[in-house]
């Protein structure tokens, strides 16, 4: 069993679908082992994103994170990291296979509906970032 770490981001929230998208988990065999909806503070957005700092779009990816409240899970099952991916479709919503959450529901590459975990290492970092290990069952 692996755990990965979801977001639901603001655009998403905004637009009602969180009951849609936690569907999609659920209905693909991730379980909800853990999930909670919070204001991310500007040191949050940027902690939590430290990777890409450097990047050119770094303060509006922290801008759009910190616009509305967001919905953090950790999704638990055989291959979760990937298959959470696969679900989420492309980064780019207009390079999302049809079908995906990001084809369905994301407008842009900003606002992009959802972030999942890339690799297990970076899932054990992001999950501890949100979650106490007695949240998690
Ligand atoms: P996410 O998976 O949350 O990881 C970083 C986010 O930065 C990404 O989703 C996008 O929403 C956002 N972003 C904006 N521009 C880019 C870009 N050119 N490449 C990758 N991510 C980008």
Not at 15 to 44: C, H, P, W, Y
Not at 54 to 61: G, H, I, K, S
Not at 101 to 108: G, H, L, Q, S, T
Request: proline share 3%; no cysteine; charged share 25%.
């Amino acid at each position: 069993m692996e755990q990965t770490l979801s977001i639901i981001k603001p655009d998403a929230v905004a637009k009602g679908v969180i009951g849609k998208i936690l569907d999609r988990f659920e209905s693909n065999g991730l379980k909800i082992a853990a999930t909670k909806k919070m204001q991310l503070s500007r040191k949050d957005a940027e902690t939590f994103y430290a990777i890409h700092a450097e990047r050119p779009f770094f303060n509006d990816l922290v801008d759009f994170m910190i616009s509305g409240p967001v919905v953090v899970s950790v999704l638990e099952g055989e291959n979760a990291i990937a298959k959470n991916r696969e679900l989420m479709g492309a980064t780019n919503p207009k390079e999302a296979a049809a079908g995906t959450i990001r084809a369905d529901f994301a407008e842009n590459i900003d606002a992009n509906a959802v972030h999942g975990s890339d690799s297990a290492e970076n899932a054990a970092i992001e999950i501890s970032f949100f979650f106490a290990d007695r949240e998690i069952s």
